[in-house]
């Protein structure tokens, strides 16, 4: 999500500025870099049973310019909505919903299929890579008597959906040539069921954003340990993770900074060693404007074989200031030595409340965004980094 030796990792950094696709340096020490102050270097030696505290990087400086143009990915498939089975659900009654409901999730499998989480036509949909319809698995239940399906995504070679029933509790189902199989509560320490707020594409196993636990006494939800989990199976605790697997053994993970509405953390672990990237976003009015106080918020993140990603949406703070629009932004950090990833992506032409994926990946590292528009769903896949 190689080899990598634990002194490396702590290392790595990007010596960046003003948000510019930066490198990182060699995942292999030098004397050049392992405690220059540019690469953020990092003891090399602890003794038995040490914990440091994660070593500090040097910060990053991320500008957000809304003069920037969204960057164009080639089109993969285009799904008109419709009636026919072929298409896909829209559903749209103002006098039932102020916003309209549409496939809220889609997976990509090992064989570039494209899965949709259809909840307006109470399926999943399945398609070929170019967009044909190839056919679906029915007995998604979307009402107010069962969960709630949200999110579906690949961990191995099988497909799995996430749902939520009162009060959030998450709730795990897999799905695969014999249909959609019963449902299992997700159960966190003490075996209270926990809040799953999405899931993580994954060669490996099941994973998922924990964000506490749940039950119906108010005075547990949403408390407990957050971060990202190993959703273990029926009657069983999920195991907590440092952050994201990748495929050397490290971990990496990615989150917003307490107190600050402009700052993100990127923090690496590998053993016993960890190190903290900071991030700062700027917000920029546009080309030869002024730097304005902002909002930056996730709207997801994945994880990747060597690193992770995520769509950031940044804003004005001020109400003075909110005519000056927002936008997004594709955030990816990576432990092999590839540029970081910041541009600008488009938006979509088609919004609701209820939550949804935009962004997901293959166990190669290939990342896909789905965008709804007026006229159906484009999947979109990034060019392949240099």
Not at 106 to 126: C, E, P
Not at 231 to 247: H, K, S
Not at 347 to 354: D, I, M, N, T
């Amino acid at each position: 999500m190689r080899r990598l030796a634990a002194v490396a990792l702590i290392a790595l950094a990007t010596a960046g500025c003003e948000g510019e696709a930066t490198r990182t340096p060699p995942l292999t020490p030098s004397p050049a870099t392992s405690a220059g102050a540019n690469s953020g270097g990092a003891p090399t030696t602890a003794g038995p049973g040490t914990r440091h505290s994660p070593v500090a990087l040097t910060r990053i400086v991320l500008t957000a310019n809304l003069g920037d143009q969204p960057s164009k990915w080639p089109l993969v498939a285009h799904i008109p909505f419709g009636r026919a089975p072929s298409e896909l659900g829209l559903y749209h009654d103002r006098e039932h919903t102020s916003t309209p409901l549409y496939p809220p999730s889609f997976a990509i499998g090992g064989d570039r299929s494209i899965w949709f989480l259809d909840i307006a036509k109470h399926r999943i949909a399945h398609y070929s890579p170019e967009g044909a319809y190839l056919g679906q698995v029915t007995g998604v239940r979307f009402a107010r008597t069962t969960p709630v399906p949200r999110d579906l995504a690949f961990a191995g070679d099988r497909l799995y959906m996430l749902s939520q029933r009162a009060p959030i509790q998450g709730v795990v189902q897999s799905v695969g040539d014999e249909g959609v199989l019963p449902p299992y509560n997700v159960l966190t320490e003490h075996h209270h069921p926990a809040i799953v707020t999405f899931l993580y594409p994954t060669a490996g196993p099941l994973l998922g954003q924990v964000e506490g636990r749940s039950s119906r006494n108010g005075g547990v939800l949403g408390s407990g340990r957050q971060g990202v989990a190993e959703l273990l199976g029926p009657r069983q605790d999920v195991r907590f993770l440092p952050g994201y697997p990748l495929v050397d053994g490290n971990f990496m993970d990615l989150r917003g900074v307490t107190h600050s509405d402009q700052d993100l953390e990127l923090l690496y672990t590998s053993g016993r060693r960890r190190a903290k990237r900071p991030f700062h976003v700027r917000l920029v009015t546009g080309k030869g404007g002024r730097v304005i106080p902002a909002i930056v918020q996730f709207e997801l993140d994945t994880g990747l074989p060597h690193g992770v990603v995520a769509v950031v949406g940044v804003g004005p703070a001020g109400h003075m200031d909110h005519r000056f629009g927002d936008g997004l932004w594709l955030f990816g950090s990576f432990d092999d030595g590839s540029p970081l990833i910041w541009e600008r992506v488009p938006e979509a032409g088609l919004e609701q409340e209820f939550f949804h994926r935009s962004l997901t990946a293959t166990p190669d590292g290939t990342i896909y965004r789905m965008i709804p528009e007026p006229d159906g769903i484009f999947i979109y896949r990034r060019p392949d980094r240099p």
